[in-house]
């Protein structure tokens, strides 16, 4: 009697842990609570912002290797700057640097540390802190030069601090290439589309090739775009 009264007791606490809910990620909660608009850019566009980001890092692969640097330059709408932000990035695997990464960007750990390099939570609050303060409120989308890449490593980063990119940011993103390409431009790097426009580029020596560099190479080419497209 008192081994199935045991097996009973044991069987009811496992099925009690198994039906208990799991909790939401804060990840989670944060796309869950962040704000929605029914503001359109074309009715109100004094109320819209673009976050133009570039994003610097170990590596292609988003959740094995990690941010090292990145740039935000917010502009309006016609691509006018109203401020920038860069940071450096302290990657906790500095190891899984790849040869590619390396060539493009120069990563140093010791170098990052001596320039100052934020931990991913120091990044993260920094980063909110700095959208608070220029945005006020506005609506904002992210621009950048290749939105899959950049966004995947800024929602890593913010994922692991239990934040969404979706905080700062509208659900779409806009695609710099592909703004081009709509416009008979097939050009697929900054480099090439920089030059085919005739705007300046950034930077291609490693130590001097950085997210905010990036960040406003893309405005650069925004601009550029702006001018070209159907009024």
């Known amino acids: 009697m008192k081994l199935h009264f045991l097996f009973g007791l044991s069987w009811l606490v496992t099925f009690a842990v198994a039906a208990s809910p799991e909790p ?3 990840f989670v909660q944060a796309v869950d609570q962040a704000p929605t608009t029914t503001s359109v850019p074309t009715l109100e566009p004094a109320q819209w912002l673009l976050a133009h980001l570039d994003v610097e890092t170990t590596g292609l692969v988003p959740g094995y290797h990690e941010m090292i640097d990145a740039g935000w330059v917010i502009t309006d709408l ?4 109203v401020d920038t932000l860069f940071i450096r990035l302290q990657p906790e695997h500095p ?5 590619g990464a390396a060539r493009v960007n120069g990563f140093d750990a ?7 390099a934020l931990t991913p939570a120091a990044a993260v609050a920094q980063i909110f802190a700095f959208h608070e303060r220029v945005t006020r409120g ?3 989308l992210l621009v950048t ?3 899959q890449f950049d966004t995947a490593f800024l929602d890593h ?16 993103v806009l695609d710099i ?43 650069r080419i925004y601009q550029a775009l702006r001018r070209l497209a159907p009024k």
């Open 157 to 172: 980063l913010l994922r692991a601090e239990q934040r969404s990119w979706r905080e700062l940011y509208h659900y779409f």
């Open 95 to 99: 190891e899984r640097l790849s040869p």
């Open 138 to 140: 506005k609506h904002v």
């Open 110 to 116: 010791a170098t990052w540390r001596a320039q100052g």
């Open 145 to 147: 030069f290749n939105s």
């Open 78 to 81: 016609e691509g006018r700057v």
């Open 24 to 26: 939401t990620p804060g």
């Open 177 to 219: 290439p592909s703004m081009a390409w709509s416009l008979g431009y097939r050009e697929l790097t900054g480099g090439a589309l920089a030059q085919r426009l005739g705007v300046a580029d950034e930077p291609r020596v490693a130590v001097e090739h950085t997210g905010i560099t990036g960040a406003m190479l893309n405005v």
